[in-house]
C-alpha cells in the first residue's frame, strides 16, 4: 500500500470522525425531539445487535456494533441504545479508538433521558456525560471538572443516537422530512433531515430497497467539518440503517451494515480482553 496509501495525517483526522462521527451525528448541529402523546411503544426498533464494517477511502478502519433493548427500572420500561466503536489492529498504530455510548430515552415524555459518551481515543481518555433535568428544565453537559447546563425546550430533545434510531420511525418515503431538537454543544439546535429518494441498491443481504436519508444541519457542517451525510434505512418496516456515509473535504468514510443479530449471546465488541 505504500505510496498510494492516505498520509498518516489525513488517517488520524479519519479515525477522529470515525470516534466522534460515525454514530453519533456529532454534537455540532441538529435535532429536536418531536413529542408524539399518540405514539405508541416501543419508539424505535429494540432487542437488535447491529455490526459495521467502517472503511475510509475503502480501507478498512474500525468496526461498530449498534444495539437497541429496554431496561426495567422502578417499573418504568426505559428504552436504551448503546454503540462500541473501535479502530482497526492496522488503524491502531495510528490512532487508537476504544469508544463507547449509551443512551436512555424516555417514550412518555418524547425526550432524550441521558448520554454518555467514554472511552479512548489515541492515548486520551474521555468522558462526556449529558443529563436531562425536566423539574430544573434543563440539559446538563459533564465533561471532567467542567459542567455546563442549556434550556430545555417544552418538547423535549434528543441526543445523536436517539435522533438516528428516531428517524427510522418518522421517515418512511421519498420527500418527507422531520425536524427534531437535539442536544449540541450550543444547546438544543433544530434539524431537519429529508428523504431525498428512494432507490435499489446492493447489501450484504441482497438487493434492497433504502430510503436516503439527508440531515441538513443550520450551520450546513457536521462534526464541526464542512461535509454532507447520507443514511440508508431500508423501506420495508423494519428501517434497518444500511449505510452510513460521510463526504468530507478529506475523503469519504462509510459504515456499512453487515449482520444483524439480536442482543442474547452476542459479544461486546470493547470486552476487557479486548482492551
Known sequence: MA??????KVRKVALGV???AVVTFALVGAPRAEREATAPLPPFPLD???TYDVRYLGVHCGTMTLTSFVDERNGARIPRIEMAARSSKFFDGVYRVRVRIDSEYSAERGSS?????YGQEKAERKDELWQVDFAAAEVRRTRGAESKTFP???QGVVDPLTFLYRMRVLLKDAG????LAMMTSRGAVDTVAQVVE???VKTPFGKRDVLVVVPRPENEELFSRKGTMEIWFGADEARLPYRVQFDLPFGKLVARLEKVETRAGVNDLLAP???
Open 3 to 8: 505510496g498510494v496509501g492516505p498520509s498518516p
Open 18 to 20: 470515525l470516534l466522534g
Open 48 to 50: 437488535e445487535f447491529l
Open 113 to 117: 433521558l441521558s448520554y454518555h459518551q
Open 152 to 154: 430545555l425546550p417544552s
Open 176 to 179: 418527507e422530512e422531520a425536524t
Open 198 to 200: 428512494k432507490r435499489a
Open 273 to 275: 480482553e479486548d482492551g
